[in-house]
């Protein structure tokens, strides 16, 4: 998901494009989905809100999805719409551009928990208490959990039955919407 406004980071730069160490935060994600051994396919989804990024991405030679960019939830339902005219029985990982830390075998870990459940979807959360160790904001908690931004969903556009998995890495905590969060993570992450 690559089509957000950018608004926290409060600089003119369309945030997936936005550097740590001269590397573009979307170039992480991708470069950590090239490294996983279970993804087959990867769909950058693009806005009108991140025309750069769509010809960055383009230039890789990614293929795109150009979603309305309204807000994450409309775009994630009409993705799961598109899927869902073409097959049931896919399975989507929905990752965010703002996530660069999470590698390949974070990936494959989350896919393969995902295939040894029987729930149609699982999502991520990390312990809140990884949040306060590194100084770093969060949006939502649930229960001393909070929502990571990686979710795998069946190819179908109904509400789920969800699975959740409990990951106690720092590297899922780097959520990059502040130029704080970027701060720490250069200071930590090379
Ligand atoms: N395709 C698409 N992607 C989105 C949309 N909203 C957010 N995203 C992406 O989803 C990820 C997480 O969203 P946010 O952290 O809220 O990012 P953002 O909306 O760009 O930034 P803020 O304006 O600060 O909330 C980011 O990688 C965004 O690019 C949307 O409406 N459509
Ligand atoms: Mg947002």
Do not use: W
Request: one cysteine or more; glycine letters at 4%; proline letters at 5%.
């Amino acid at each position: 998901m690559a089509g957000g406004r950018g608004t926290r980071l409060k600089i003119p730069v369309e945030k997936p494009l936005f550097k740590l160490h001269d590397k573009p935060l979307i170039k992480y994600v991708l470069d950590n989905l090239s490294a996983s051994k279970l993804v087959e396919k990867v769909i950058i989804a693009t806005s009108p809100h991140t025309p750069k990024t769509k010809d960055y991405v383009d230039n890789l030679d990614y293929e795109i999805l150009e979603t309305p960019g309204v807000n994450y939830l409309n775009d994630l339902s009409l993705i799961l719409d598109i899927f869902e005219s073409n097959s049931k029985e896919d399975t989507l990982l929905f990752i965010n551009a703002d996530l660069p830390f999470i590698s390949g075998k974070c990936i494959d870990f989350i896919i393969s928990a995902y295939f040894e459940n029987n729930k149609e979807a699982l999502s991520t959360l990390i312990p809140v208490s990884i949040f306060k160790d590194l100084n770093l904001k969060y949006e939502y908690e649930y229960n001393g959990l909070v929502p990571v931004g990686v979710n795998v969903l069946k190819s179908i556009n109904k509400v789920q039955d969800e699975t959740q998995l409990i990951l106690k890495k720092q590297e899922l905590a780097f959520n990059i919407n502040t130029l704080q969060d970027a701060n720490i993570a250069n200071k930590l992450y090379f």
